[in-house]
């Protein structure tokens, strides 16, 4: 089955070069994913290959420096490519999300000789990333987590197990919180570990309801010596590291929902233009008409919403509670824009000849990872009363 493409979105992109990335990753998605996003996903196929093709158009190091390889492009921009991939091919876009998580550590808190020997082979698409920091008891309750690395002289002895892992055993790396210290936030830290270290192993990948080409698995350490140079930032600093890859990860979330949402509303007028009933176009009838307004409506708040917290991440600003308010709501849009697709669709929605069944089920997870919804109403409650915590 081919999916036709999104029609382009009106944006308003701050620079000619950043139409000109818009354009590119519109041109690989009609390209390199829309012809195969449905095969794959019904094969479960992990399309690792594509990953390759962004790296070598830049597309997996946007929001960082040149001069370590990325593209050095503000996180407005950056967010809208994700939206673009996303829209063709959740997998694909959630993929690039979570590789720019994995690198956010060593990029933004590692010494420069680990930026200048590391980063350029992980942003130039060489490398793909995955992140480690929830665990089979530790999901929403992160500072809990008990994976353990000892130091004795110049190597780390890893043991535990993180859960959930995107990319989990296909990933050439794994930014990985652990636990070095005492119990409590103080007590983690940062490692880059290779995906070749003994006693690194990965589980047999999650049998999930969508994202069958994203693969999820549980990451085992069995006594994984790294290097002591694989720290990053400070012993004790890790916990402060992962939750400002979250700030920024679920701003990828948010803006992959959307993406995801903008493709199912095309679906859903595209067909409410050809699907004819009691001799006119069904998109001429009121409640249909009204219900395809509502998701346009929200497909669109949902955009504004992330663009507005990216903008405030690249002016410098606190951003938290935005990126919070960003990944609630659109994830929580993409799950009822999908839901209506399908209902639009009828009986065909609930068939796989239409992708519209597939954007539900995905959309789903999307209110999950990188913090439930449940959560982010948790963060954004204490941003406003003054609570502790996030």
């Known amino acids: 089955m081919s999916i036709s493409p999104t029609k382009p979105v009106e944006r308003q992109l701050p620079t000619e070069e950043a139409r000109d990335l818009l354009a590119l990753t519109r041109e690989l998605v009609e390209r390199e994913l829309l012809p195969r996003a449905a095969v794959d996903e019904d094969e479960g196929r992990f399309p690792r290959e594509v990953f390759r093709t962004l790296g070598e158009a830049g597309l997996l190091g946007l929001p960082y420096p040149e001069s370590h390889g990325g593209g050095e492009q503000p996180y407005e921009v950056y967010l809208q490519v994700l939206e673009e991939l996303a829209a063709g091919w959740l ?39 995955a992140y480690c920091l929830s665990e089979p008891q530790s999901g929403s309750d992160a500072a809990a987590l008990r994976t353990s690395a000892v130091r004795s002289g110049d190597t780390w002895t890893v043991n535990g197990t993180k859960a959930w892992i995107t990319h989990g055993g296909h990933a050439d790396f794994y930014s ?37 080409s994203s693969p999820t698995a549980q990451i085992h350490f069995d006594g994984a010596q790294v290097p002591a140079d694989r720290l990053i930032g400070e012993e004790g600093q890790g916990f402060s590291i992962a939750l400002s890859a979250l700030d920024s990860g679920r701003l990828g979330i948010a803006a992959c929902a959307v993406g995801l949402a903008q493709a199912a509303l095309d679906q859903a007028v595209e067909y409410a233009r050809d699907r004819r009933q009691f001799g006119r176009p069904i998109a001429e009838f009121q409640g249909l008409s009204f219900l395809l307004a509502d998701m346009a409506t929200q497909v669109e708040a949902g955009r504004a919403l992330y663009v507005a917290a990216a903008r405030r991440r690249d002016a410098g600003l606190a951003f938290t509670k935005q990126a919070a308010m960003a990944k609630l709501f659109c994830t929580d849009a993409a799950m009822r824009v999908t839901t209506d697709a399908v209902q639009v669709l009828g009986g065909y929605g609930y068939t796989q000849d239409f992708p519209v069944e597939r954007y539900m089920r995905e959309a789903k997870v999307l209110q999950i990872v990188e913090g439930t919804n449940q959560i982010q109403r948790m963060v954004i409650g204490r941003r406003l009363t003054g609570g502790t915590g996030r």
Do not use: N, W, Y
């Not at 999300?97 to 590391?118: D, P």
């Open 91 to 129: 997998a694909v876009g959630l993929g690039v999300s979570v590789h720019t998580l994995s690198c956010h550590a060593l990029a933004t808190f590692g010494s420069e000789e680990q930026k200048q020997r590391l980063l350029p082979r992980m942003l130039g698409g060489e490398l793909l990333g």
């Open 176 to 212: 990985t919180l652990v636990r070095t210290g005492q119990p409590g936030p103080a007590g983690i830290s940062a490692l880059l570990i290779d995906a070749g270290t003994p006693g690194l192993s990965a589980a047999p990948p999650e049998r999930k309801m969508g994202m069958k």
